[in-house]
């Protein structure tokens, strides 16, 4: 595929369609307690995009080591801080401004450097989260991942050294459960902090750079896939609840691989321009969506009735008003940063986030 100078870029298929739908199940799982509902249909749509985070990430630096023979760590840490960093630091901005005007709680503001340092995760597992940033804990997450990631490709067996973290980081998470406790402190931020699934999507960009699967991933294995992602999605496998995030995050692994193999030569319904689209503002529309809710609830629902056509209509208004205020950031806010980390890039990538 090429961009708009004729310059060959990376494309991978179907992962806009990923990141559309991961979206805007968030914002449905997040409209729901506005009317005392809840679902974790969001907190499973954030395992996906850490799983395609983790894929992406790794299939880059897998390409930038093949070409170049090294891992330019400084211009990986510009590009992610140039990517994160002004949404990041807006919407933050944002939220003290509407809290510090509309709400006298000053002892949330002790929690607040938590965010600054990003460091969210941590607020969220041991005490208590800032209005409106409950969301931020990913997005921490994926800041800490992208510190160390990179560096494992350092070493001179990259495949065997990710592996050794993913086995380790579980084995941690199995061995606090043990011997700590599943409700413990401890327990809670290794099981948020999800690098494993992280990993999970490393390992299988390996694969797709590195190995023949093709013969492997047949109709019924890909249709294992789909119903296992089905089956997380409605809480319904049956399995220790310790497994379930990486479950779904090799489910998601085998999506990507079907998919980037199958539709990397036919088109596809996945590929559908409105998906390219969402997809590509996916991180404003994750980012800004808890404050456009909450003043769109505060001013055109507050007292409503939980029916289901109030539920559906400030689902799909707070949707559109979120995919404007994205699509306005993308295009007049994030545009003059997204060029500065284009010209940091080794890899050209249209899916990179």
Known sequence: MKNNNGIKVLYLPTLNFVRATAALLVLLAHSLPYFNFHSDIGAKSVTVFFTLSGFLITYLLLIEKEKTKSINIKKFYIRRILRIWPIYFLYLFLTVLYVLINENDFDAYNNLW?????????ALTITETFPYLGHYWSLGVEEQFYIFWPLLFLTKNHFKTIFIFFITYFSLKIGVNLVIGGWSWQFGLLNLTKFDAMALGGIGAIILRNYNFHKLLNKYIYGGALLLILLSFLDLLPIYSIFRSNILAVSCVIFFLFNINVFG?????????????????????????????????????????????????????????????????????????????????????????
Not at 114 to 122: L, R
């Open 265 to 353: 030569k036919d088109e596809s319904i996945l590929e559908h321009k409105v998906f390219i689209f969402l997809g590509k503002i996916s991180f404003g529309l994750y980012v800004y969506h808890p404050l456009i809710q909450t003043i769109l609830y505060k001013y055109c629902y507050h007292g409503s009735d939980a029916t289901i056509l109030n539920m559906l209509s400030f689902f799909i208004f707070s949707t559109l008003l979120s995919i404007l205020v994205s699509w306005l950031s993308f295009n007049f806010y994030e545009s003059p940063f997204l060029k500065l980390k284009h010209k940091q890039a080794v890899i050209n990538s249209t899916n990179e986030k």
């Open 114 to 122: 938590y965010y600054v340092t990003f460091i969210p995760n941590y």
